[in-house]
């Protein structure tokens, strides 16, 4: 089945520990995206990864890492989580570069106390 | 940056009614989608609809564009309590999709 899987569902750290939540997807996908939900903002898009090795700055990209070593996996690492980091991530793929649909993960709840 | 931006924020209606949500945006794009959301899960895709488009339609939905406005609508027609959830217009700007935008959403409640 086609899909981006997202790990974990939930997850609860505190201020300072490093996290990574993974994002793959089976669908040989160049585009891959991640974004954070707050009430009221919408999507906000935090990095954007073109191909293997290609990553760029979305919207809010300020206290987040990504990295696209393989074309399936695009990890996001917050080295230092803060309270304000807190919010629902989504991961998300596409064929190609020119704005094609997107196919979003099921989403990671983050709570940094 | 360009952002979409839904009207209304919040639509009540019964079942069997026709919703209308709006998304206006600022800068030119190639392309707009609208996406629905169930409670907090992952986006999913409805239709997308080119800048040299004017209407679409897919099942129930029907995509309108206006690119002298800047202006998307999106009909659901018949609506059902399946139907409820928030919708989410995206546009792609003028950089080819590389930095989606997204609206803050309109949250749309069918009742039976």
């Known amino acids: 089945e086609a899909q981006v899987t997202q790990n974990p569902r939930y997850l609860i750290t505190v201020t300072g520990k490093k996290l990574t939540v993974t994002c793959s997807q089976n669908m040989n996908h160049e585009y891959m995206s991640w974004y954070r939900q707050d009430p009221g903002l919408g999507l906000r898009q935090i990095y954007y990864s073109m191909n293997v090795e290609v990553t760029d700055k979305g919207d809010v990209p300020e206290g987040y890492k990504v990295s696209r070593k393989e074309k399936r996996n695009f990890p996001l690492i917050l080295e230092s989580p803060s309270p304000n980091q807190t919010s629902l991530y989504f991961c998300?793929?596409?064929?190609?570069?020119?704005?094609?649909?997107?196919?979003f993960g099921s989403g990671t709840q983050l709570s940094v106390l | 940056s360009q952002q979409g931006e839904e009207d209304p924020q919040a639509l009540s209606i019964q079942e069997g009614e026709n919703a209308t949500m709006n998304c206006s945006y600022k800068?030119?794009?190639?392309?707009l989608q609208w996406y629905r959301q169930n409670s907090g899960r992952g986006l999913v895709h409805l239709i997308l609809?080119?800048?040299?488009?004017r209407e679409k339609h897919s099942g129930r939905l029907r995509v309108t564009l206006d690119t002298s406005k800047k202006s998307s609508s999106l009909l659901i027609t018949a609506s059902r309590a399946a139907d409820t959830a928030s919708y989410f217009c995206?546009?792609?700007?003028?950089?080819?999709?590389?930095?989606?935008?997204f609206g803050p959403g309109t949250r749309l409640s069918v009742l039976p």
């Open positions: 995206a546009t792609d700007g003028d950089n080819y999709g590389q930095n989606f935008v």
């Open positions: 800068t030119s794009i190639n392309n």
């Open positions: 609809i080119r800048s040299n488009e």
């Open positions: 998300a793929s596409s064929f190609g570069r020119w704005a094609e649909k997107l196919f």
